[in-house]
């Protein structure tokens, strides 16, 4: 205080404002870091990055005006993101020090990790070699390197990496704006970068490098093909052991190994890759899941419709989804026509668009709510392919609300009724909604004026705040033509999953200058909401057998039960049994192999089939059967009716709302 009395040098506050709304006041040039020392010693310790006015920054970096800020720890995703983004630049230099001549793709974090892009030449990495890439990154991280950020010249930038001959980084600095480029130091490792970064590398306590894949440079099949090295780091051994334990369970439910044993799904060469074949049992499946929404559908007022599985590129073009994603999408289909061409259906949106221009429209009409299981197709690389949960054709739970603005929120909130409903019925308890909006620094990913976006950000708020749904809100997530509410559900071993969205949009009803006949008999814009609450039956399927471990709800299940029989000599009553189940409604079969009682129960309980039924010489005289409930036991000898009794009652205990 004296020395600032002294020189005549004047304090300037700032005022900091916290998540709680709580403000205090700190000295200009303030950092992150300094914030959570002054709140207390464990939070310095913890806290990995800061949001500054919804931009994270490096916890190091000088706040010299008023902000609202929020520290970010190991448990939000911000704090993952910083610290396995920090985690990808240790694992380049351990790289750098190993093999020298190595040359730098991209490498961001992901959703469990990170992964990095690199051409090592002539050398061929194989798994064994992670090992000594893990321990010289712990080497690394014990020495406290500190992340130290500097702005750079583009021309020093690009002289920088000339030098290096890494013409991957120079391809990227070409594409940046003088001004805008900065580099990012941690020990001998200089990276291209916009960060934010941990502190210092102390805080990476526990490495693993999971899987080295190949990546073409920048997604293009026509640029060469780069070694992506992926792993996950964390700040404790303990929690790198627990998420190990994890991926093992995650083996054993991979969809694409339960669908192969249930007989629900397949994949042919010869159709195509990302193109799935749904066999019976998946296609009873998912039939079961349509049925189910559709009367949720009908309970809500909703009209079916179909669209064919093509439309003019005319369609596309007028609805800006040509613009943004034609690249994405397979080639125009030319027909014997001069000049006329067709697109396979990226999204229904457009055909719906149509359906709703197709007559005049009053204002009590509105809401029109016109609801398809529609079939789109998008052109995925190859690389990107996996099982049902990243496919090139697949279908949309889609339906399109058509309504006033005055009616908006409510018919959000009945939506998010319906997504709610669902995720109760199927057990999906652990969900967090994200609200998905623009990048104001960004506008030209999108469409639509600044007042319509508002309007919809703002209905989206208030309408999950009135629902009180947990939410957390992504800048830069919205759809180019509208934001969007998408709900992350945690599975049953805690991974995140995005199931379901529901989107406001005023933007398309413009472009296809749709109109009703207002009160004041005036023509007015409806406003357009897009919601899918499986999102699409693929991914949905894949992530409800990972969930469940391919044990389904009872309603859901392809195969409810399976009629052993001890003997041949039991075949007949079998049967009898099978067509009395059946002709109620009950799914199942027969397993009259010539096999032990004990195999067949072992066999089929590996199957997921819920109630295995015993039948022999005591069953076929008392016409009943013996009972087995998947995970249960034995649940004693019933009477058919009985049985069917008790299958309908825990059908509709599941289902009731």
């Known amino acids: 205080m004296y020395l600032c009395l002294l020189f005549n040098e004047k304090i300037i506050m700032i005022k900091i404002t916290f998540p709680d709304n709580s403000i205090r006041e700190y000295q200009e040039g303030i950092t992150g870091l300094g914030i959570s020392q002054s709140i207390s010693p464990r939070l310095a310790a913890e806290a990995l990055s800061v949001s500054v006015n919804g931009e994270v920054w490096d916890l190091v970096r000088p706040i010299n005006a008023d902000a609202r800020i929020k520290l970010h720890k190991f448990d939000d995703e911000e704090g993952k993101r910083t610290f396995w983004h920090s985690s990808s630049h240790l694992m380049a230099e351990a790289l750098q020090a190993i093999y020298p001549h190595v040359k730098f793709g991209i490498g961001p974090s992901i959703e469990n990790g990170f992964y990095y892009d690199v051409d090592l030449g002539e050398t061929n990495l194989v798994e064994a070699d992670l090992s000594a890439v893990e321990e010289k990154m712990l080497e690394f991280a014990r020495t406290k390197e500190h992340f130290v950020c500097r702005s750079v010249s583009k021309d020093e930038a690009l002289k920088t990496y000339m030098a290096k001959g890494d013409q991957y980084k120079v391809e990227l600095i070409n594409d940046l704006e003088d001004g805008t480029i900065t580099f990012y130091e941690n020990g001998t490792f200089t990276d291209l970068c916009r960060g934010p970064h941990l502190p210092d590398t102390s805080m990476i306590k526990a490495v693993k490098l999971t899987a080295i894949?190949?990546?073409?440079?920048?997604?293009?099949?026509?640029?060469?093909?780069?070694?992506?090295?992926?792993?996950?780091?964390?700040?404790?051994?303990?929690?790198?052991?627990?998420?190990?334990?994890?991926?093992?369970?995650?083996?054993?439910?991979?969809?694409?190994?339960?669908?192969?044993?249930?007989?629900?799904?397949?994949?042919?060469?010869?159709?195509?890759?990302?193109?799935?074949?749904?066999?019976?049992?998946?296609?009873?499946?998912?039939?079961?899941?349509?049925?189910?929404?559709?009367?949720?559908?009908?309970?809500?007022?909703?009209?079916?419709?179909?669209?064919?599985?093509?439309?003019?590129?005319?369609?596309?073009?007028?609805?800006?989804?040509?613009?943004?994603?034609?690249?994405?999408?397979?080639?125009?289909?030319?027909?014997?026509?001069?000049?006329?061409?067709?697109?396979?259906?990226?999204?229904?949106?457009?055909?719906?668009?149509?359906?709703?221009?197709?007559?005049?429209?009053?204002?009590?009409?509105?809401?029109?709510?016109?609801?398809?299981?529609?079939?789109?197709?998008?052109?995925?690389?190859?690389?990107?392919?996996?099982?049902?949960?990243?496919?090139?054709?697949?279908?949309?739970?889609?339906?399109?609300?058509?309504?006033?603005?005055?009616?908006?929120?409510?018919?959000?909130?009945?939506?998010?009724?319906?997504?709610?409903?669902?995720?109760?019925?199927?057990?999906?308890?652990?969900?967090?909604?994200?609200?998905?909006?623009?990048?104001?620094?960004?506008?030209?990913?999108?469409?639509?004026?600044?007042?319509?976006?508002?309007?919809?950000?703002?209905?989206?708020?208030?309408?999950?705040?009135?629902?009180?749904?947990?939410?957390?809100?992504e800048i830069g997530e919205a759809a180019f033509y509208g934001p969007k509410l998408d709900f992350m559900v945690r599975d049953a071993i805690g991974r995140k999953w995005q199931l379901g969205t529901i989107q406001v949009d005023y933007n398309l009803p413009e472009r296809f200058e749709l109109e009703y006949t207002g009160a004041d008999n005036a023509k007015h814009r409806?406003?357009?909401?897009?919601?899918?609450?499986?999102?699409?039956?693929?991914?949905?399927?894949?992530?409800?057998?990972?969930?469940?471990?391919?044990?389904?709800?009872?309603?859901?299940?392809?195969?409810?039960?399976?009629?052993?029989?001890?003997?041949?000599?039991?075949?007949?009553?079998?049967?009898?049994?099978?067509?009395?189940?059946?002709?109620?409604?009950?799914?199942?079969?027969?397993?009259?192999?010539?096999?032990?009682?004990?195999?067949?129960?072992r066999e089929n309980e590996l199957k997921r089939i819920p109630y295995l039924l015993v039948v022999g010489e005591k069953e076929a005289s008392e016409n009943s059967v013996s009972v087995r409930r998947q995970g249960e036991g034995d649940k004693g000898k019933m009477t058919i009716e009985k049985f069917i009794e008790t299958v309908k009652v825990e059908i509709e205990e599941t289902l009731k709302n």
């Open 526 to 601: 409806p406003v357009m909401i897009h919601r899918a609450p499986f999102g699409s039956m693929e991914r949905f399927v894949a992530v409800l057998i990972e969930h469940t471990s391919g044990k389904f709800p009872l309603w859901l299940t392809p195969e409810q039960f399976v009629i052993m029989p001890v003997s041949e000599k039991y075949n007949d009553f079998a049967q009898k049994v099978l067509k009395v189940i059946n002709n109620s409604d009950i799914r199942g079969f027969i397993d009259d192999r010539n096999e032990t009682i004990g195999k067949k129960i």
């Open 213 to 473: 894949a190949g990546a073409y440079w920048r997604g293009n099949e026509n640029n060469k093909m780069l070694t992506r090295i992926y792993g996950i780091t964390f700040p404790q051994k303990k929690m790198l052991d627990e998420y190990l334990q994890m991926l093992e369970e995650a083996k054993k439910r991979d969809h694409r190994k339960i669908g192969k044993e249930l007989e629900l799904f397949t994949f042919s060469q010869r159709v195509g890759q990302g193109l799935p074949l749904w066999l019976p049992k998946g296609a009873a499946l998912r039939e079961k899941l349509e049925t189910f929404l559709r009367k949720v559908q009908k309970d809500y007022g909703y009209s079916p419709v179909i669209t064919p599985h093509i439309g003019q590129k005319e369609l596309y073009i007028t609805s800006g989804h040509y613009a943004k994603y034609g690249k994405d999408s397979f080639q125009p289909i030319h027909t014997p026509q001069e000049g006329e061409e067709f697109l396979l259906k990226p999204m229904n949106c457009p055909h719906h668009c149509e359906i709703y221009k197709s007559k005049p429209r009053s204002y009590k009409d509105l809401p029109v709510r016109l609801a398809e299981f529609g079939t789109v197709y998008r052109y995925e690389q190859s690389g990107e392919l996996h099982g049902l949960t990243r496919v090139r054709g697949f279908t949309q739970d889609d339906a399109h609300i058509f309504c006033r603005p005055d009616q908006l929120k409510e018919e959000f909130c009945k939506v998010i009724d319906i997504v709610l409903y669902i995720f109760k019925i199927l057990k999906f308890n652990n969900y967090e909604a994200q609200i998905s909006l623009r990048d104001p620094n960004n506008k030209e990913k999108y469409i639509g004026s600044d007042e319509n976006w508002e309007k919809a950000e703002r209905a989206i708020a208030e309408s999950a705040a009135e629902k009180g749904l947990p939410t957390t809100t």
